[in-house]
T-cell receptor
């Protein structure tokens, strides 16, 4: 089944404790992206990647890191989480390098709480 | 950069009634327009998209949307709402510079 998977789905952590949220897609998509969803703000892009070893900042990159060592995986890293990073996070992928031109396929989301 | 406005935060309709969700965008050229639906606890699923051609596009689950360039709008419609349509709906606009923007979303409640 074609899908985007994220792990974990739920995570409660404390300020400053490094964490990684994994994202994997099995559709051989070029483009992958991370969003955070906050009430009243919709989805805001954190980082995106157009190909292996090619990543770029989105609208709200501060406090986050990403890597794209393999085409299928695009982990999101929070080196020192803070409470303002409590949010619902979505990973997405798209078949084209330029995601603005095509549908994105979304993972199920990761709800992160930072205490 | 483009932007998207969904003026209605929350809409309630009765089951069987018609639905229209509003979306306005700001972009200099012809944008790529999308409507996504998010059911509770789920990721986003594409309902329909507009790139060019016929300005009335049909999507899944009986939804349609009409692109009106003169009004910078891409409103989503459904003639008869079902209880299972209760969800949050997001309008999004993309361009060929790899920029994608989402609206803040409209939450739809369906009354029995």
């Amino acid at each position: 089944e074609a899908q985007v998977t994220q792990n974990p789905r739920y995570l409660i952590t404390v300020t400053g404790k490094k964490l990684t949220v994994t994202c994997s897609q099995n559709m051989n998509h070029e483009y992958m992206s991370w969003y955070r969803q906050d009430p009243g703000l919709g989805l805001r892009q954190i980082y995106y990647s157009m190909n292996v070893e090619v990543t770029d900042k989105g609208d709200v990159p501060e406090g986050y890191k990403v890597s794209r060592k393999e085409k299928r995986n695009f982990p999101l890293i929070l080196e020192s989480p803070s409470p303002n990073q409590t949010s619902l996070y979505f990973c997405a992928s798209s078949p084209l390098r330029l995601a603005g031109e095509d549908e994105q396929f979304f993972g199920p989301g990761t709800r992160l709480t930072v205490l | 950069a483009q932007s998207v406005t969904q003026p209605d935060i929350h809409i309630t309709v009765s089951e069987g009634a018609s639905l229209e969700l509003r979306c306005n965008y700001s972009y200099g050229a012809t944008p790529y327009l999308f409507w996504y639906v998010q059911s509770p606890g789920q990721g986003l699923q594409l309902l329909l998209k507009y790139f060019s051609g016929d300005t009335l596009v049909q999507g899944i689950k009986g939804f349609e949307a009409e692109f009106k360039r003169s009004q910078s709008s891409f409103n989503l419609r459904k003639p008869s709402v079902h209880w299972s349509d209760a969800a949050e709906y997001f309008c999004a606009v993309g361009d060929n510079n790899n920029d994608m923007r989402f609206g803040a979303g409209t939450r739809l409640t369906v009354k029995p």
